[in-house]
T-cell receptor, first 111, second 112 residues
């Protein structure tokens, strides 16, 4: 089955800890995106990548890092510099200017 | 000014009525526009996309685009309780490397 897989579904982070959220797609899409969603809010763009080995900052990149070493994978690391990381994280992919499809999301909580 | 703005909600309509959702955007170079539906706790799913000025219909949904006014809307006819969700407008901003920017969303409730 083609699609976008995010893991884990739930993640708990301790204060000062880095955590990495996984996003894999087998749709052969060039572009991939990471969004953050807080309760009752819209989606805010963290990072996006149009091509392998290249990515751009979105509106709220501080405290996050990404890599795009393979077309299929776009992992997001939430670093200790992100002071308020508790949120719902969504990964998406698309063919260039076409519509984006989303994974099931990762719910991150600081404990 | 936000790049993508949606009419503030929440919006409540009776079953069978028409729900109207509106969105404005700031990037005049934008060419691609999308409406997503998001149920509580779930990821967004695509409802409609529109690239050309005018109306595009798909079942009970109609998307309308006016590039001169930088305005895109979604009409839901014969609204059903199952349509109750948050509707997100998304715009692909060509001047920013084709980034996909979302509005804040409008929460719709359809009352039986």
């Amino acid at each position: 089955d083609g699609g976008i897989t995010q893991s884990p579904k739930y993640l708990f982070r301790k204060e000062g800890q880095n955590v990495t959220l996984s996003c894999e797609q087998n749709l052969n899409h060039d572009a991939m995106y990471w969004y953050r969603q807080d309760p009752g809010q819209g989606l805010r763009l963290i990072y996006y990548s149009q091509i392998v080995n290249d990515f751009q900052k979105g509106d709220i990149a501080e405290g996050y890092s990404v890599s795009r070493e393979k077309k299929e994978s776009f992992p997001l690391t939430v670093t200790s510099a992100q002071k308020n990381p508790t949120a719902f994280y969504l990964c998406a992919s698309s063919i260039s200017t076409m519509e984006a499809f989303f994974g099931q999301g990762t719910r991150l909580t600081v404990v | 000014q936000k790049e993508v703005e949606q009419n503030s909600g929440p919006l409540s309509v009776p079953e069978g009525a028409i729900a109207s959702l509106n969105c404005t955007y700031s990037d005049r170079g934008s060419q691609s526009f999308f409406w997503y539906r998001q149920y509580s706790g779930k990821s967004p799913e695509l409802i409609m996309f529109i690239y050309s000025n005018g109306d595009k219909e798909d079942g009970r949904f109609t998307a309308q685009l006016n590039k001169a006014s930088q305005y895109v809307s979604l009409l839901i006819r014969d609204s059903q309780p199952s349509d109750s969700a948050t509707y997100l407008c998304a715009v692909r901003e060509e001047t920013s490397g084709s980034r996909l920017t979302f509005g804040e969303g409008t929460q719709l409730t359809v009352n039986p």
